[in-house]
């Protein structure tokens, strides 16, 4: 499945540390999530090798992450707008990156995730003691 989906998208290994890389770049410089990020990660070269990982695993189906995001981000003072600053950051930095069905790939998974991501954060925010809904 990998390397069918390697053909198809052009999406390797390779773009997925590129894209990454350059993405966090820009989230690091960023005035809106640049703070978020900064206050939380210490490690950076740990968290893009993560980051890798899950983009790996997303996109390519290598089934390399094993990590849990939903609880890593419900505790973060994040809303809608930083979810909309994250998507308009990782859509611009995938067109750049990425071939076009590469970047249509990538786009279409992370808006997915950052929608299944808000509905997990609102709901912790509204009741820090259930368990944090994924879909509404």
Request: glycine content about 4%; aromatic content about 8%.
């Amino acid at each position: 499945m990998t390397a069918a989906l390697m053909a198809e998208t052009g999406l390797s290994p390779d773009v997925l540390r590129d894209l990454v890389h350059r993405f966090y770049g820009c989230v690091r410089a960023d005035s809106v999530l640049g703070p978020i990020f900064a206050a939380r990660i210490t490690d950076w070269a740990m968290h893009l090798e993560r980051m890798v990982t899950f983009w790996s695993s997303v996109a390519l189906m290598t089934g390399q992450y094993h990590g849990r995001p939903v609880p890593a981000h419900t505790p973060l003072p994040i809303n809608a707008a930083h979810f909309d600053r994250w998507l308009a950051l990782f859509r611009a930095t995938a067109i750049d990156t990425c071939a076009p069905a590469g970047a249509l790939h990538l786009i279409e998974r992370a808006e997915r995730i950052a929608h299944s991501l808000h509905i997990a954060v609102q709901s912790a925010q509204s009741d820090p003691v259930a368990p944090p809904k994924l879909f509404t």
